[in-house]
Protein backbone atom coordinates (compact mmCIF):
# COMPACT_ATOMS: atom_id res chain seq x y z
CA UNK A 1 0.00 0.00 0.00
CA UNK A 2 1.38 3.52 -0.90
CA UNK A 3 1.72 5.69 1.89
CA UNK A 4 1.70 9.20 2.59
CA UNK A 5 3.69 11.56 4.37
CA UNK A 6 2.13 15.05 6.37
CA UNK A 7 3.07 17.25 9.27
CA UNK A 8 2.31 16.64 12.59
CA UNK A 9 0.48 19.38 13.02
CA UNK A 10 -0.04 23.25 11.92
CA UNK A 11 -1.83 26.37 12.79
CA UNK A 12 -4.29 29.20 11.60
CA UNK A 13 -5.98 31.74 12.40
CA UNK A 14 -9.38 32.26 11.88
CA UNK A 15 -10.99 33.29 8.13
CA UNK A 16 -7.23 32.90 7.01
CA UNK A 17 -6.91 29.96 4.05
CA UNK A 18 -5.16 26.95 5.20
CA UNK A 19 -3.14 24.33 3.15
CA UNK A 20 -2.10 21.19 3.87
CA UNK A 21 -0.10 19.71 2.47
CA UNK A 22 0.17 15.69 1.56
CA UNK A 23 3.77 13.81 -0.18
CA UNK A 24 2.35 10.26 -2.05
CA UNK A 25 5.94 9.89 -4.36
CA UNK A 26 4.98 6.28 -4.19
CA UNK A 27 0.94 6.83 -5.52
CA UNK A 28 -0.25 4.12 -7.92
CA UNK A 29 -2.51 4.85 -11.28
CA UNK A 30 -5.46 3.97 -9.76
CA UNK A 31 -4.95 5.53 -6.31
CA UNK A 32 -7.38 8.08 -5.68
CA UNK A 33 -6.45 10.71 -3.16
CA UNK A 34 -8.73 10.88 0.01
CA UNK A 35 -9.27 13.36 2.51
CA UNK A 36 -10.73 12.85 6.13
CA UNK A 37 -10.93 14.94 8.89
CA UNK A 38 -12.20 13.76 12.69
CA UNK A 39 -13.03 16.54 14.68
CA UNK A 40 -13.03 15.72 18.72
CA UNK A 41 -14.74 13.17 19.61
CA UNK A 42 -16.29 12.12 16.36
CA UNK A 43 -15.80 9.65 13.67
CA UNK A 44 -14.14 10.70 10.87
CA UNK A 45 -15.68 12.67 7.90
CA UNK A 46 -15.37 12.82 4.43
CA UNK A 47 -14.05 15.90 2.98
CA UNK A 48 -12.96 15.46 -0.62
CA UNK A 49 -11.59 13.33 -3.27
CA UNK A 50 -9.80 13.17 -6.54
CA UNK A 51 -7.94 11.46 -8.97
CA UNK A 52 -5.73 14.06 -11.21
CA UNK A 53 -7.45 16.99 -11.45
CA UNK A 54 -8.07 19.77 -8.93
CA UNK A 55 -11.59 19.32 -7.13
CA UNK A 56 -13.69 21.60 -5.20
CA UNK A 57 -16.70 21.28 -3.12
CA UNK A 58 -18.67 23.06 -0.10
CA UNK A 59 -15.81 21.75 2.43
CA UNK A 60 -12.66 22.56 0.23
CA UNK A 61 -10.58 22.68 -2.61
CA UNK A 62 -7.76 19.70 -3.12
CA UNK A 63 -4.70 20.52 -5.35
CA UNK A 64 -3.29 17.83 -6.61
CA UNK A 65 0.32 18.06 -8.31
CA UNK A 66 0.56 17.41 -12.22
CA UNK A 67 2.72 14.38 -11.26
CA UNK A 68 0.33 13.16 -8.53
CA UNK A 69 3.52 12.83 -6.00
CA UNK A 70 1.94 15.44 -3.60
CA UNK A 71 -0.96 17.09 -2.64
CA UNK A 72 -2.64 19.84 -1.00
CA UNK A 73 -5.78 20.29 0.98
CA UNK A 74 -7.21 23.69 0.91
CA UNK A 75 -9.74 25.55 3.28
CA UNK A 76 -10.33 28.55 1.96
CA UNK A 77 -11.28 30.36 5.07
CA UNK A 78 -10.65 28.49 8.46
CA UNK A 79 -13.41 28.29 11.15
CA UNK A 80 -12.60 27.39 14.85
CA UNK A 81 -14.58 24.24 13.43
CA UNK A 82 -12.59 23.27 11.50
CA UNK A 83 -10.04 22.71 14.12
CA UNK A 84 -9.42 18.71 13.45
CA UNK A 85 -7.18 15.70 12.54
CA UNK A 86 -6.78 16.11 8.47
CA UNK A 87 -6.03 12.73 7.40
CA UNK A 88 -4.66 12.28 3.48
CA UNK A 89 -5.48 8.30 2.00
CA UNK A 90 -4.62 6.91 -0.92
CA UNK A 91 -6.56 3.91 -2.22
CA UNK A 92 -8.15 3.09 -5.79
CA UNK A 93 -11.94 3.41 -3.68
CA UNK A 94 -13.25 3.34 -0.19
CA UNK A 95 -12.06 -0.18 0.71
CA UNK A 96 -9.47 -0.43 3.53
CA UNK A 97 -9.01 2.78 4.03
CA UNK A 98 -5.57 2.76 5.98
CA UNK A 99 -5.32 6.29 7.87
CA UNK A 100 -2.19 7.52 8.81
CA UNK A 101 -1.49 9.73 11.96
CA UNK A 102 -2.68 12.94 10.01
CA UNK A 103 -2.19 16.85 10.49
CA UNK A 104 -3.61 17.99 13.26
CA UNK A 105 -4.85 21.63 12.69
CA UNK A 106 -5.55 24.42 15.35
CA UNK A 107 -7.25 27.47 14.40
CA UNK A 108 -7.09 30.36 16.27
CA UNK A 109 -9.55 33.26 16.94
CA UNK B 1 -30.95 10.61 13.00
CA UNK B 2 -27.60 9.50 11.97
CA UNK B 3 -27.17 7.71 9.51
CA UNK B 4 -24.34 5.45 10.88
CA UNK B 5 -25.48 4.60 14.35
CA UNK B 6 -23.49 2.37 17.16
CA UNK B 7 -24.38 1.18 20.31
CA UNK B 8 -23.28 1.09 22.95
CA UNK B 9 -21.68 4.50 22.89
CA UNK B 10 -19.23 3.77 25.91
CA UNK B 11 -19.20 0.30 27.88
CA UNK B 12 -16.64 -0.72 30.84
CA UNK B 13 -16.24 -4.35 30.49
CA UNK B 14 -14.07 -6.90 32.71
CA UNK B 15 -11.25 -9.21 31.21
CA UNK B 16 -12.48 -12.20 29.71
CA UNK B 17 -16.18 -11.45 28.91
CA UNK B 18 -17.58 -11.12 25.89
CA UNK B 19 -19.01 -8.59 24.17
CA UNK B 20 -20.83 -7.52 21.49
CA UNK B 21 -20.84 -3.82 19.72
CA UNK B 22 -23.85 -3.13 16.74
CA UNK B 23 -23.91 -0.79 13.93
CA UNK B 24 -26.84 -0.06 12.02
CA UNK B 25 -27.38 2.31 8.89
CA UNK B 26 -29.50 3.68 7.05
CA UNK B 27 -27.52 4.62 3.92
CA UNK B 28 -28.33 1.35 2.18
CA UNK B 29 -24.85 0.75 1.77
CA UNK B 30 -23.27 -2.81 0.66
CA UNK B 31 -20.22 -2.05 2.24
CA UNK B 32 -19.45 -1.92 6.04
CA UNK B 33 -16.29 -1.39 8.12
CA UNK B 34 -15.18 -2.03 11.35
CA UNK B 35 -12.25 0.10 12.83
CA UNK B 36 -10.37 0.58 15.73
CA UNK B 37 -8.11 3.66 17.19
CA UNK B 38 -6.06 3.89 20.02
CA UNK B 39 -4.78 7.10 21.54
CA UNK B 40 -2.90 9.48 19.21
CA UNK B 41 -3.02 6.85 16.40
CA UNK B 42 -5.12 6.56 12.93
CA UNK B 43 -7.90 3.99 12.84
CA UNK B 44 -7.31 0.69 11.84
CA UNK B 45 -9.41 -1.62 9.74
CA UNK B 46 -10.76 -4.63 11.73
CA UNK B 47 -13.20 -6.31 9.55
CA UNK B 48 -14.94 -5.31 6.78
CA UNK B 49 -18.43 -6.63 4.39
CA UNK B 50 -18.99 -6.16 1.12
CA UNK B 51 -22.58 -7.73 1.32
CA UNK B 52 -24.38 -10.03 3.62
CA UNK B 53 -22.44 -13.11 2.48
CA UNK B 54 -19.20 -11.82 2.57
CA UNK B 55 -17.19 -10.78 5.16
CA UNK B 56 -13.12 -10.42 5.29
CA UNK B 57 -9.95 -9.81 7.79
CA UNK B 58 -8.60 -6.48 7.92
CA UNK B 59 -4.73 -5.84 9.34
CA UNK B 60 -5.97 -6.72 13.07
CA UNK B 61 -8.67 -8.82 13.22
CA UNK B 62 -7.26 -10.96 16.21
CA UNK B 63 -9.45 -11.48 18.84
CA UNK B 64 -12.55 -9.98 16.99
CA UNK B 65 -15.06 -11.71 14.88
CA UNK B 66 -18.22 -9.91 13.25
CA UNK B 67 -21.44 -10.87 11.62
CA UNK B 68 -23.70 -9.00 9.16
CA UNK B 69 -27.00 -9.77 9.94
CA UNK B 70 -28.93 -7.86 7.00
CA UNK B 71 -27.55 -5.61 4.74
CA UNK B 72 -27.94 -2.42 7.42
CA UNK B 73 -26.22 -4.41 10.58
CA UNK B 74 -22.81 -5.29 11.21
CA UNK B 75 -21.66 -6.41 14.86
CA UNK B 76 -18.55 -7.02 16.24
CA UNK B 77 -17.93 -9.21 19.16
CA UNK B 78 -14.95 -9.79 21.25
CA UNK B 79 -15.20 -13.35 22.50
CA UNK B 80 -13.07 -12.97 25.53
CA UNK B 81 -12.15 -9.33 26.16
CA UNK B 82 -8.55 -8.31 26.80
CA UNK B 83 -7.18 -4.84 28.35
CA UNK B 84 -5.23 -4.34 25.72
CA UNK B 85 -8.28 -4.19 23.56
CA UNK B 86 -9.33 -0.97 25.45
CA UNK B 87 -10.08 1.78 22.69
CA UNK B 88 -12.22 3.85 20.43
CA UNK B 89 -13.79 1.64 17.58
CA UNK B 90 -15.50 3.26 14.36
CA UNK B 91 -18.41 1.59 12.13
CA UNK B 92 -18.40 2.38 8.63
CA UNK B 93 -20.21 2.45 5.48
CA UNK B 94 -19.49 3.10 2.05
CA UNK B 95 -20.55 4.12 -1.34
CA UNK B 96 -18.45 2.41 -4.32
CA UNK B 97 -19.45 5.08 -6.80
CA UNK B 98 -19.21 7.83 -4.71
CA UNK B 99 -15.91 6.56 -3.30
CA UNK B 100 -17.13 8.15 0.09
CA UNK B 101 -17.28 6.23 3.52
CA UNK B 102 -19.59 7.35 6.40
CA UNK B 103 -18.47 6.57 9.74
CA UNK B 104 -20.19 6.27 12.91
CA UNK B 105 -19.70 8.25 16.52
CA UNK B 106 -17.37 5.49 17.88
CA UNK B 107 -17.67 3.47 20.50
CA UNK B 108 -15.44 3.98 23.55
CA UNK B 109 -14.76 0.58 25.31
CA UNK B 110 -12.67 0.00 28.11
CA UNK B 111 -12.06 -3.54 29.36
CA UNK B 112 -11.03 -3.83 33.14
Known amino acids: DAKTTQPNSMESNEEEPVHLPCNHS???????IHWYRQLPSQGPEYVIH???SNVNNRMASLAIAEDRKSSTLILHRATLRDAAVYYC??????????FGTGTRLQVFP | DADVTQTPRNRITKTGKRIMLECSQTKGHDRMYWYRQDPGLGLRLIYYSFDVKDINKGEISDGYSVSRQAQAKFSLSLESAIPNQTALYFCATSDLLSRKAFFGQGTRLTVV
Open chain 1, 50 to 52: GLT
Open chain 1, 89 to 98: ILSPNTDKLI
Open chain 1, 26 to 32: TISGTDY
